[in-house]
Every structure is written in C-alpha cells, then in structure tokens.
C-alpha cells in the first residue's frame, strides 16, 4: 500500500475549476516533484492534503494517507494528522512565523502541542530540530525572533517546525525560492536526508534544477492537469509533452 494516494482529485475556488481529476501516489521513502508554472495548481494540491484550504472551497475526489481518506475527516482529527504524521513547509516563511514570539518557542509548541504528556522534551526536541533543520549555533537562535534571522535562516526555522515531529510526510511549497544558492543547497540536502531515514517528500517547485538535485519521480503540471509522469531520468532523458520539453529548455 503506498503512503498517499490521490485519486480524481477536482478543486474549485468559489465558480473557478483549478485542479481536473488528479491521479498520483506516493511510496514511502520518495521525493515526489510537482513541477509547473505559477497558477498551475500545484500549491493547492498541497493544501488540499493538508486540510487548509480557503473558505468557500470545494473539494471532490479522494486523498488517501496510510490507507485512511481523509476527506471524510473532521477537522479535530484533521488536527491531530497535521504537524505529527504530515509537516509542511510553507513557501514564504516571514508570513507563517509568529513575530511576537522566539522562533525556537515557536518549534518547541509544535513538538507539545502534539505530545502534551511529553512537554519536558519540547525544548531539547526544538533544538535538535532546528540542528537538523542546519541551522548553526541552535541553542542561540532558540532565542531569537524572526526579524532577526536571515531570509534562509527563517526558511530552516520552518522545515525544523515541519520535522520536529518526525513525521511521515513533508510537503514542501517552493521551499528554495528566493534562496541563495549555497543556501539552496543544504536545504535539498537536507530532503534526501529525510528520505535516507524512510519519510517522504513532496517538493512542489518551478525549477527542473530542483528536481534534477533530489527527485525520484515528477508529475509536470499545467492548469490544473497532469500532463506528465515518470521517473526523473525518464523526464529528463524523453520528455513526451511539449510543455515538459519547454519547461526542460527553461533550466
């Protein structure tokens, strides 16, 4: 049984149709990409499995995650799969971290949030997170606020708040987005890391750069349809739409 399964997945923002009958799945300790241009939908896919999608939405199909739909969730249980079994990283991390608070209170209430009976280790957990996370001097920067961290820094702030539960699934919107390319590359680093120890990734991004690093396989997307799939070297190597072949030529 794979991890996630997504079948006939149709998404509507109010009258607008933005995803027609997505069909993907994912194995366990893989990297799936998402690759398309801006408005393609593949950020909505992401937040059509993370339950976050904006009121006035409709939702149809079926999202299957360890064999359980969770479209027929209600939200309490919602609750209880987002950050513990599926993390996500958002794409612009200054909107998603809270200024009024440390970044490293910020990761710790994660891990507590999810393991009340286990608050206690909320500190040292946060720490270890944001270490992984590559984040340097992390018992210093617990301390600190967002606005005194780095574009990239903050960025490793959220994957640590993503990992911190050690869950089974990351979702990761643009992660590398607007990042430099040394920090670029200790993020995707860190990616096939978390696949070496048997989680799984989907890495949504417009840059085939990205998914030559670190993906196993890619989905190409265009106005909310599939329009490809294959395994990265299959891509790479004899792309069978033209809009792959484009996308190709754009790197």
Known sequence: ?????????????????????????????????????????????????MGLLPPGSKLEGSIKFKGKE???????????IRGKEIGMIFQEPSSYLDPLFTVGSQVA?????????????AKPKAIEALRKAGIPKAE???????????????QRVCIAIAVVCQPDL??????????DVSVQKRILSLFRKIREEG?????????????????DRVIVLKEGRI???????????????????TLLEAI
């Open 70 to 80: 969770l479209l027929k969730l209600k939200e309490k249980e919602r609750k209880s």
């Open 109 to 121: 209430e994660t891990f507590a949030g999810h393991f009340p009976h286990r608050k206690g280790e």
């Open 140 to 154: 210093e920067k617990f301390n600190m606020y967002p606005h005194q961290l780095s574009g990239g820094l903050k």
């Open 199 to 215: 989680k799984s990734v989907i890495l949504v991004t417009h840059d085939f750069g990205v998914v030559a690093e670190v993906g």
């Open 227 to 245: 329009v490809e799939e294959g395994n990265v070297l299959e891509i790479f190597d004899s792309p069978k739409s033209e809009y792959t072949r």
């Open 170 to 179: 990351i979702l990761a919107d643009e992660p590398t987005t607007a990042l």
């Open 1 to 49: 049984m794979s991890l996630l399964t997504v079948e006939n997945l149709r998404l509507w923002y109010g009258k607008k149709q933005v995803l027609f009958d997505v069909n993907f799945f994912l194995e366990k300790g893989e990297i799936l990409c998402i690759v398309g241009e801006s408005g393609s939908g593949k950020s909505s896919i992401l937040y059509s499995i």
